[in-house]
T-cell receptor, first 113, second 113 residues
């Protein structure tokens, strides 16, 4: 069966520090991968999605970047965190076409102090 | 373009009462529709999905939703609320050839004992 792993679960980082969040998927090949952010009291904001290795689409201009170095690995990064980067980050995967739905990871709570 | 609107960011019901969470969609092509649930500090879990088969869809935890094309709605219901149903609920739409979901802003359900 397919599983998705996301870590760390919680992270407290100072302003200006770098960020690296990792997401990996098991049990499937060539998944579509997604990074979402939930700010406090707000809905889901799509940050990046990827349909293949090295293929990244950015939905919102921001302080973050994403990379897909391997088929089932998706990384969210920042060189210098801002206070506004605080939030709950969710990784998700789907098969091509998304008609079967997304499967989400358990999320990372990032607090920038 | 696709989008969903969730009416009511907060809904409160008494334990044992009917749960009704509203979702209206906009889509230029036949949509696929989904409901997800999110418990505090967790990822999203698929409750149910409509993919052009039966219009009344049954999901997990006793929830169901009915696709009504004439009303462009996909409301989520449960006959009798339990305390454990307290969570955030998200409606989402995609299309058969798309790679992206479009999420609503979410409805927070409170169950009063």
């Amino acid at each position: 069966s397919q599983t998705i792993h996301q870590w760390p679960a919680t992270l407290v980082q100072p302003v200006g520090s770098p960020l690296s969040l990792e997401c990996t998927v098991e049990g499937t090949s060539n998944p579509n991968l997604y990074w979402y952010r939930q700010a406090a009291g707000r809905g889901l904001q799509l940050l990046f999605y990827s349909v293949g290795i090295g293929q990244i689409s950015s939905e919102v201009p921001q302080n973050l970047s994403a990379s897909r170095p391997q088929d089932r690995q998706f990384i969210l990064s920042s060189k210098k965190l801002l206070l506004s980067d605080s939030g709950f980050y969710l990784c998700a995967w789907s098969v091509e076409g998304s008609r079967y739905g997304y499967t989400f990871g358990s999320g990372t709570r990032l607090t920038v102090v | 373009a696709q989008s969903v609107t969730q009416l009511g960011s907060h809904v409160s019901v008494s334990e044992g009462a009917l749960v009704l969470l509203r979702c209206n969609y906009s889509s230029s092509v036949p949509p696929y529709l989904f409901w997800y649930v999110q418990y505090p500090n967790q990822g999203l879990q698929l409750l149910l999905k409509y993919t052009s088969a039966a219009t009344l869809v049954k999901g997990i935890n006793g929830f169901e939703a009915e696709f009504k094309k004439s009303e462009t709605s996909f409301h989520l219901t449960k006959p009798s609320a339990h305390m454990r149903d307290a969570a955030e609920y998200f409606c989402a739409v995609t299309r058969s050839t798309g790679n992206q979901f479009y999420f609503g802003t979410g409805t927070s359900l409170t169950v009063i004992p």
